[in-house]
């Protein structure tokens, strides 16, 4: 089973940064893409950021030139920076892995991002 551990959420003011992060117990050679989907109260969840084995990305307009996903390979870990967070950015954040091959999907257990000032 899949594992994937989420940190870095919290309460920043518009404007200002974060960074989260999602470790996978797999490792980056069994591992098709991973990305980051977001779903704010009352909302669908939707992507944010995804990053396949080839290292292609695909951004949600709403946050093209403000966050940036990126892998470590090493730690098994994707990250997400966001900067210029602004109040509509106010989500609850959720890893995603796809499995090479199988195409299987696994979720993390989410973390609160808040944009407030």
């Known amino acids: 089973q899949v594992q994937l551990v989420e940190s870095g959420g919290g309460l920043v003011q518009p404007g200002g940064s974060l960074r989260l992060s999602c470790a996978a117990s797999?490792?980056?050679?069994?591992?098709?893409?991973m990305g980051w989907y977001r779903q704010a109260p009352g909302k669908q969840r939707e992507l944010v950021a995804s990053?396949?084995?080839?290292?292609?990305?695909i951004y949600a307009d709403s946050v093209k030139g403000r966050f940036t996903i990126s892998r470590d390979n090493a730690e098994n870990t994707v990250r997400l920076r966001m900067n210029n967070l602004k109040p509509e950015d106010t989500a609850i954040y959720y890893c995603?892995?796809?499995?090479?091959?199988?195409?299987?999907?696994?979720w993390g257990q989410g973390t609160q991002v808040t944009v407030s000032s």
């Open positions: 995603k892995l796809v499995q090479r091959f199988s195409y299987a999907e696994y």
């Open positions: 990053l396949n084995r080839q290292g292609n990305t």
């Open positions: 797999e490792s980056a050679a069994t591992v098709h893409s």
